[in-house]
Every structure is written in C-alpha cells, then in structure tokens.
C-alpha cells in the first residue's frame, strides 16, 4: 500500500524501497508458519522457542499477503472449525484465540472475545485477494453483530455480549466501513 502511494506520489525511488522492504517482510511473516497448525507464531528470544498458542495473529499471512498457497491454506482454516466454524458460535467471526485452544478464555481480553476491527483487517485482506465468499462472510456476520449498536471494544463469542468499553471509536468506524460495502463493492469506495 506504501509503495503504491509513493507511486502515485512520483516518489519512484521510495516506491521500490518500499515494495523490497514488503516483500522481505511477507518472506519473514511466511517463515514463521508452524506446519503442524500452518499458522504463524512468534519466537521468544529470550526462552529459545517458539509460542504455539493458537491465536488470530497466526493469520498474519493473510494480511502479508504474498504465496497463493500458504493464503489459500489459511482462509481454509480461518473459516474450518477450530475458528469461524467452531460449534456454538454467536456470529461466524473468529475469536482472538481458537476455542479449541487450551489457553481461549471467551472474556479474557486477548485469549478468546471477538475484536471487530481485526475482522474488518481480514475483510479488507479477502477484498485485496478477490475472495468474495469469505469476504461476505466476515461482512455479514459482522454487521449482525455490531447491530446491537453497542459498539464493545470487543465481543464474547458465544453469546455475543459486548464487552470492555463501549461506543469504541473504531469498533464504529468498522460498522461504518462494513455498512458502505456491499458483495459488488467489498471495501465501501
């Protein structure tokens, strides 16, 4: 996105640096996949190992972009059953961390509730890829469950209850961006 606007901007020397920089940072993102899970995970320097926890920014990939396969593999698991698909689910969103994870705790801020705008992050990475379906899916989903115009920072993914906060400003803005989309124009421009 950098680049291209340094594009637009003539700053063609930028643009490059800038389109390098991506492309070493998709690279660096895909080379943290765990093939057992084929999500990314994190290494802590200090331990010496790698954290396996099961959470939604093992989806980084999706938002890199980069290798058709390694994004098609995650949007599979995305939407398969240990995420958007797990049984009991309010709202077909995927919650911070996978409620077949040891560590999903629904209300526990990062290990379980539901974070509107992340959803709109991977929304805007299905528009970017031309993956409608999943795109609408998140869409949809998303408009049902900030319907109740609460506007929680986020949501617990069973019983959609609206959690920390409320009238968030970019929990708003996510209704407002997903409320001007529509299938034939996903992003709302």
């Known amino acids: 996105m950098l680049a291209g606007l340094a594009g637009e901007l003539g700053r063609n020397q930028e643009a490059g640096e800038l389109s390098r920089m991506a492309a070493r940072f998709r690279k660096g993102v895909a080379s943290t996949v765990d093939p057992a899970t084929g999500l990314a995970r994190d290494y802590d320097v200090l331990?010496?190992?790698?954290?396996?926890?099961?959470?939604?920014?093992?989806?980084?990939?999706?938002?890199?972009?980069?290798?058709?396969?390694?994004?098609?593999?995650?949007?599979?698991l995305l939407a398969g059953p240990r995420w958007m698909g797990f049984p009991g689910l309010r709202f077909?969103?995927?919650?911070?961390?996978?409620?077949?994870?040891?560590?999903?705790?629904?209300?526990?801020?990062?290990?379980?509730?539901v974070w509107p705008f992340l959803n709109l992050l991977l929304g805007w990475?299905?528009?970017r890829d031309g993956e409608d379906a999943l795109l609408e899916t998140l869409r949809s989903a998303s408009l049902e469950q900030l319907s109740d115009l609460q506007f929680g920072e986020y949501y617990e993914p069973f019983t959609g209850e609206p959690l920390g906060s409320l009238s968030q400003a970019w929990t708003a803005a996510a209704a407002l961006e997903w409320a001007g989309s529509t299938p034939g124009n996903p992003t709302g421009k």
Do not use: H, K, M, N
Request: net charge negative.
């Open 47 to 76: 331990a010496q190992e790698w954290i396996g926890t099961e959470t939604v920014s093992g989806f980084a990939p999706l938002v890199a972009g980069g290798d058709p396969a390694l994004l098609a593999a995650q949007r599979e």
């Open 92 to 113: 077909a969103l995927p919650p911070s961390t996978s409620p077949a994870s040891e560590a999903f705790r629904p209300r526990t801020y990062w290990r379980g509730p």
């Open 125 to 127: 990475a299905c528009a």
